[in-house]
């Protein structure tokens, strides 16, 4: 089985060693902790992981910049955010900038690795609780005297919108294909063109616009 390659960039000590143990406890697991972005610009430039891991609160900078950076130069490679409960703002910045979902903190350790096994999957580990965030955040401004900005129309086929519903909550792709009858073979096809109308390059990036589309609602 091939060992997966996982970089993981918390600042607390504790917490980084916790989250570490966790995830190397997955004999699939070949895990590095750093401490700083510094430290995991390094780590990259060294060898690319196939998952990062990245707290957002950082002493040299903020993870949401890393994630863009890593989401622009490696796209292959599947990104977690770090959070605590009720950081929707953060979450939702990493998500834009290319995080496929997030880890909770205080997640217990079993959790960590299953989510992480999740997204490897083609699941997408994003809540309830964020895409009605979103929703709240992306609304259209009433500004008094302003029109409202039209964003163009999308031409989504039903197929396709059926099987973003099905990434929002969190299925695979397996489970999508079986669910709607259609072979898992084609899937990657629809996948791809649902990413080219929707000009992302993520699940975490087309949860996000769908949701601010209104295309599929949670």
Known sequence: METIRILLLEDDAPTRQRLHDALAADPG???EAVDSLAAARAAI?????????TDL??????????????????????????????????VVAAIAAGA??????DAL?????NTVRQVLDGESPLSAG??????????????????????????????????????????????IADSLGISRKTLPNYIKSIYR??????????????????LITL
């Open 29 to 31: 697991f070949s895990v």
């Open 45 to 53: 430039a060294r060898e690319c992981p196939q998952v990062l891991l």
């Open 57 to 90: 609160e950082l002493p040299d900078g903020h993870g949401a910049d890393l994630t863009a950076e890593v989401h622009a130069a490696h796209p292959q490679v599947e990104i977690l955010v770090i959070s605590v409960l009720c950081d929707e703002a953060n």
């Open 100 to 105: 496929s979902g997030y880890i909770v903190k």
């Open 109 to 113: 350790p079993e959790d960590i690795g």
């Open 130 to 175: 964020i895409a009605r965030y979103l929703l709240r955040r992306l609304q259209p401004a009433a500004t008094a005297g302003a029109e409202p900005v039209a964003r163009p129309a999308l031409d989504l086929t039903g197929r396709e919108t059926d099987i973003l519903w099905g990434i929002a909550k969190g299925m695979s792709y397996n489970e």
């Open 197 to 214: 109308k929707l000009e992302v390059n993520s699940r975490g990036e087309a949860v996000f616009e769908a949701v601010s589309r209104k």
